[in-house]
């Protein structure tokens, strides 16, 4: 039998969490600035009862942006990141999205991993590309990358 990944839950995040999405993105350096925009799509994922991160989307027609991924300290290294984005995808598809985009700095080789290929800023939809995430500053030497859903 092959060993199955750690046993995450995703809930959908409440409004009144989204303080502790903050806090959370700003500690590893990811921008906060539109977490409160009410059409963004975040989760707070727990194993084993234990927070371990938050994610988001944001769908551009059949496509879909994943963002603000962090996992938290006491769980990495344990399988989560992958876990939690398995499950953003799960999202992604029920929300009509074929493919998912994401930027990262650091994270390429985590994400290629998981089957999500560079494809440059050129190859980003126009729409996703004039969005508030891809123009942030912080975000501009972020590698785009993609994945068919």
């Known amino acids: 039998?092959?060993?199955q990944g750690p046993r995450i839950f995703a809930q959908p995040l409440a409004d009144w969490e989204r303080e502790g999405?903050?806090?959370?993105?700003?500690?590893?350096g990811l921008p906060v600035d539109d977490v409160d925009d009410p059409d963004l799509l975040f989760w707070r994922f727990e194993s084993d009862d234990v927070p371990a991160g938050f994610a988001?989307?944001?769908i551009f027609g059949q496509?879909?942006?994943l963002r603000?991924?962090?996992t938290l300290p006491p769980v990495r290294r344990r399988g989560i990141g992958s876990a939690m984005v398995a499950k953003m995808e799960i999202e992604a598809r029920a929300r009509g999205a074929r493919a998912i985009y994401l930027l990262t700095g650091d994270a390429v080789p985590f994400f290629a991993r998981l089957g999500y290929a560079s494809c440059g800023r050129d190859g980003v939809?126009?729409?996703m590309a004039?969005?508030?995430?891809?123009?942030?500053?912080?975000l501009a030497s972020a590698t785009a990358m993609a994945k068919q859903v």
């Open 130 to 138: 004039a969005s508030r995430h891809f123009a942030k500053s912080r």
């Open 68 to 70: 603000s991924l962090v």
């Open 125 to 127: 939809p126009p729409a």
């Open 63 to 65: 496509d879909a942006l």
């Open 56 to 58: 988001g989307i944001e």
């Open 1 to 3: 039998m092959e060993p």
């Open 21 to 28: 999405l903050k806090a959370s993105l700003a500690r590893v």
